[in-house]
């Protein structure tokens, strides 16, 4: 019996023991671990997540939509909660796009509870592949990015990219600060998990959607350029093509094209020298080229602002010139012959080039590549500009004005050139070249310019230009009824290994309407076309088809 009563003993006593045990962890939970568990409860049932901005629209100087923003949304499983992976993965396939192995393995995956199948789907769609699966699928709000016109000035708009869709080329990436917003915060509480259905939702911060940034091209002309920069691809087969259209009195850039277009929605489907804008852009594929025959006309407008020669100085220009160790041509073969100033560039002399920076000298040849912005950023509002190649003057050899003054020997970027030709164009003025015409509805302001030219001169020098089209000249087949204008061919040769290529040039054009007051500028840079060379022939044809269809678009009269 006393053994009976001491094993109830032992009993009652091992219960009262727990009994103690469990009130004072209840006790130890409730009060001084209440704080942290409240907390842990909050992180498994509420779920703070971003609220996109929507991205600001980039548009023409006319307000046609070049990039807009869409909502769309991240599709999230939990593997933990599919219970049929295969079935929801045949069922989710058609509408997410994705092949339904790559979906079963996603929803098959061990040890996690969260996975990624789709990103950035179209809303509609995001909302029926949660309906089909409504265990385990969950959604992430997002903007996408959408290039209606696909094609259309790709490489200046540039693209997104990243879970928060950041600009990374072009005026998205200049201006990305401005366009991209700030995002908002949404607070959601869920019923009995993170994962599971939402009870609440609050947005907490309100999402502040990113400005308008009006862009000064015109998505017609812009059209147009590009149509033409694919003619010459296909006739010429170059490695690349560029065309720049601007208004050279404010320096407002209305056209930028380059060939081989790539497509802004998907800008990683081709070759990456295809996503690179070669008007500016300092890029292992992308090219700073020798100028050719189209810098000869800096050479010219520095000797006429020293007052050192004039339209009508006569040059005796012989059949080969000595300089130090070089021999230098014309491109076409000729005996003892006399020509003006202005017969030099009709005629695209490179012994005239050089025997007016004869007269220049090497300290003032170098002076006025300078003041023309050459070795620099032109300071355009687009991202990545290279600054060209310029030989300083310490480094010039014996040798060096026999080939300079006819643009040989440094390297430029298109930008560069179609600043410096606007200063001949407008009177004068050095202006940095802008794409940018307003945010937000706030005009962008005008960049300031220098004076590099007297007008007097910058005058000359356009009616020298003129002969360029005359019978006899460079581009005479360029000609439009009607207008009188002035420009300049370019052929280049290609340098690769430390000389120059028997085979592989540059060829270029460079052209103003109305020549007595232009305005309009445009320049057409063709690399290393085949079947034909010169600039005359390839890049002049393409220039007049530019400035033949702009000229009534824009309604620019012939006087």
Avoid: C
Wanted: proline content about 7%; hydrophobic content about 45%; glycine content about 10%.
């Amino acid at each position: 019996m006393a053994a009976i009563d001491r094993r109830i003993g032992l009993l009652f006593l091992a219960f009262v023991s727990l009994l103690a045990i469990a009130v004072l962890r209840a006790g130890y939970l409730g009060s001084i671990k209440a704080g942290w568990l409240q907390r842990a409860a909050q992180t498994q049932q509420v779920s703070t997540v971003p609220l996109p901005a929507e991205r600001g629209e980039i548009t023409d100087r006319n307000g046609a939509v070049l990039s807009l923003s869409e909502t769309a949304d991240d599709v999230i499983a939990d593997p933990h909660l599919i219970k049929s992976p295969v079935q929801d993965a045949q069922k989710l396939s058609p509408v997410l796009g994705v092949p339904v192995l790559t979906l079963a393995a996603a929803l098959s995956k061990p040890h996690t509870g969260y996975v990624v199948l789709a990103r950035l789907i179209p809303a509609a769609k995001a909302h029926r592949a949660q309906k089909l699966v409504p265990n385990g699928i969950t959604l992430a709000p997002d903007m996408k990015r959408v290039y209606p016109r696909a094609f259309t000035a790709a490489q200046v708009l540039g693209w997104t990219a990243g879970w928060n869709g950041q600009g990374t080329a072009g005026i998205e990436s200049e201006f990305n600060r401005v366009l991209r917003g700030r995002d908002g915060v949404r607070r959601i509480v869920y019923a009995g998990g993170a994962l599971a259905q939402p009870i609440s939702i609050d947005d907490t911060r309100a999402a502040r959607p990113g400005r308008t940034v009006r862009l000064t091209l015109d998505a017609q002309l812009q059209g147009q350029v590009e149509q033409v920069l694919a003619g010459v691809g296909a006739q010429y087969s170059p490695q690349s093509a560029t065309a720049i259209v601007v208004n050279p009195n404010t320096g407002a850039i209305m056209a930028l094209a380059n060939w081989p277009q790539v497509n802004a929605n998907d800008p990683y489907a081709g070759p990456s020298s295809t996503a690179v804008n070669n008007a500016i852009q300092d890029h292992a594929t992308a090219f700073t080229y020798e100028p050719g025959s189209t810098f000869k006309a800096f050479t010219v407008a520095g000797a006429l602002q020293d007052g050192l020669i004039t339209p009508s100085t006569p040059f005796d220009i012989p059949p080969v010139l000595q300089v130090a160790d070089r021999q230098i041509r014309d491109a076409e073969a000729h005996g003892y012959e006399t020509l003006t100033t202005a017969g030099i560039l009709e005629k695209s002399s490179n012994i005239g080039a050089d025997l007016i920076g004869r007269r220049l000298g090497a300290a003032r040849f170098n002076y006025w590549v300078h003041r023309f912005g050459f070795g620099a950023p032109t300071g355009v509002d687009l991202p990545a500009e290279d600054q060209g190649i310029i030989l300083p003057l310490a480094k010039y050899s014996g040798s060096t004005m026999g080939n300079l003054p006819f643009g040989q020997g440094e390297s430029v970027t298109p930008m560069q050139m179609i600043a410096a030709y606007s200063a001949i164009a407008n009177g004068g003025i050095l202006r940095a070249p802008h794409i940018v015409q307003s945010i937000a509805g706030r005009a962008a302001p005008l960049p300031p310019g220098t004076r590099i030219l007297s007008p007097t001169a910058a005058a000359e020098l356009r009616q020298m230009l003129i002969g360029v089209f005359g019978e006899g000249g460079t581009a005479s087949g360029a000609a439009i009824p009607g207008y009188v204008m002035a420009g300049k061919t370019g052929t280049a040769q290609v340098a690769a290994g430390g000389k120059y290529s028997a085979s592989a040039y540059v060829a270029s054009f460079v052209g103003m309407v109305p020549a007595n007051h232009p305005q309009l500028l445009a320049m057409v840079v063709v690399d290393q076309p085949q079947g034909s060379i010169f600039g005359g022939q390839v890049a002049a044809p393409a220039f007049q088809k530019i400035v033949g269809w702009a000229v009534p678009y824009l309604g620019i009269s012939p006087r």
